[in-house]
């Protein structure tokens, strides 16, 4: 079906990247902003340095698909061949997690400054996210783990893998894989830690 309105399709470039940024991170993480579980760290000087993005999932009665989680976006093109990726994790939560659990505090994004790396930050979120979990009565905590670093944490901070889809499994309809991380990952995690 065609649009029936005016648009335009162009080549995105680097003068697009804070437009792009700001536009998918409004979709993709407005619900984890306003859901009172989500902290920033900030310098001496209030510079953001580091921040977890977070909200609670809880099963529902007849185990159908949760709504508390990402809202569905329609996507286009590449960004939504690695969204498909998420959703195969997101697809996994409530048959992977234990059946006991049913309340979760969900990590979508945790993210330090590569200035302010190695400094204990993300254990300090970490940390942080089991006292939240607790406090809001979460049965556990589950994260999506893309990246190598964060994948890296989550062992470290206790969490066991529950699902993972290897990119050299995840194929376009051509066969070709589709995800290349310029680090050391090689796979995207669905982790879970009981509280």
Not at 33 to 39: D, E, N, P
Not at 154 to 162: I, M, P, Q, R
Request: hydrophobic content about 40%; some cysteine.
């Amino acid at each position: 079906m065609e649009p029936n309105f005016p648009f335009e399709i162009a080549e995105a470039t680097s003068s697009h990247e804070a437009e792009i940024i700001d536009f998918l991170l409004s979709d993709l993480i407005h619900k984890g902003v306003t859901s009172k579980q989500s902290l920033v760290i900030r310098d001496a000087n209030g510079k953001l340095i580091a921040t977890q993005i977070a909200s609670i999932l809880e099963r529902q009665a007849n185990d159908q698909e949760n709504n508390n989680s990402q809202d569905q976006i329609k996507l286009e093109g590449e960004i939504r061949k690695i969204a498909g990726l998420l959703e195969k994790l997101d697809e996994q939560i409530w048959t992977t997690v234990p059946l006991e659990v049913t309340r979760l505090f969900y990590i979508m994004i945790i993210s330090v400054s590569s200035h302010f790396g190695r400094r204990g930050i993300a254990n300090r979120l970490m940390a942080n996210a089991v006292q939240q979990a607790q406090n809001t009565g979460c049965h556990g905590i589950l994260a999506e783990a893309t990246a190598y670093n964060s994948q890296k944490l989550f062992e470290k901070c206790g969490f066991t893998v529950l699902y993972e889809v290897k990119h050299s499994d995840y194929l376009d309809e051509t066969g070709k894989r589709i995800i290349h991380c310029r680090d050391q990952t090689d796979s995207a995690q669905l982790v879970f830690k009981k509280v």
